[in-house]
């Protein structure tokens, strides 16, 4: 259920201890939340994407869950890695990021006890299977257009409830989840959203994105 459009929300910026420290945001809805969800991008401008902050909204209101939102590259990173992609495709170099996140996350005192989930895209989906796959403190994982195929051997290892939305006209996407999902051992469900393109344009195929996301959290995040 939704919470109440008047509920107040607490913003802190936060530093996550990594390589090179990342900026964060960890928000709450309310005083208590059923638990923490790393809102992942990749190098992609997290903190300006519409769509991003838009769906971590939506998960406060409808699962009750804090969320922290970072990017895997910091700023300078980004802009350096725009015309060659190189780093936002380093997989090893995101999933040791992320894992750093991930164990900040744990011992942060605001969060430490709250169990803990992962919602991601692109390629920022493969690092989050990844750091999934060789941690127990992650309860579930949801990802919405991301690159699944290149999680590789961490398909086979993953034990988190996993749930791929994939937009029906993102058809490349469409098929690699597909094939990718025949490795899962978890719990997982492809859902394929009417309308919904890579960036989720429509209106209606945002709201099933967020309706299926918090569904998801809601059930898994004990």
């Known amino acids: ?35 923490l969800v790393l809102v992942v991008g990749h190098g992609n401008a997290l903190a300006a994407s519409a769509l991003t902050q838009w769906v971590a909204a939506e998960l406060r209101a409808r699962a009750e869950v804090a969320t922290l939102s970072f ?6 990173e980004s802009g350096r890695d725009g015309d060659t992609s190189v780093l936002r495709n380093h997989l090893p170099l995101l999933a040791q990021r992320l894992a750093s996140a991930t ?32 941690r127990t403190d992650v309860r579930a994982v949801v990802s919405r257009s991301g690159r699944t195929d290149l999680a590789g051997p961490a398909l086979d290892a993953l034990r988190a409830p996993t749930l791929l939305v994939v937009g029906e006209a993102d058809a490349l996407v ?14 997982n469900e492809l859902a394929i959203v009417p ?9 209606a195929a945002r709201a099933d994105l967020a309706q299926r996301a918090s569904a998801w959290f809601v059930r898994h995040l004990r």
Request: glycine residues 10%; proline residues 7%.
């Open 174 to 187: 469409l098929a690699l989840n597909r094939s990718a999902r025949g490795r899962l051992r978890a719990t």
């Open 71 to 76: 990017d895997l590259l910091n700023e300078n």
């Open 1 to 35: 259920m939704a919470a109440s459009p008047t509920t107040t929300e607490t913003r802190r910026a936060v530093v996550i201890p990594a390589a090179k420290p990342l900026p964060g945001e960890l928000v709450f809805r309310g005083d208590t939340a059923r638990g």
């Open 103 to 134: 164990d900040f996350a744990v011992t942060y005192e605001a969060t430490r006890y709250l169990p803990l989930g992962y919602y991601a895209g692109g390629m920022a989906t493969p690092a989050a299977l990844l750091t999934a796959s060789s």
């Open 195 to 203: 309308s919904g393109g890579e960036a989720f344009d429509d209106p």
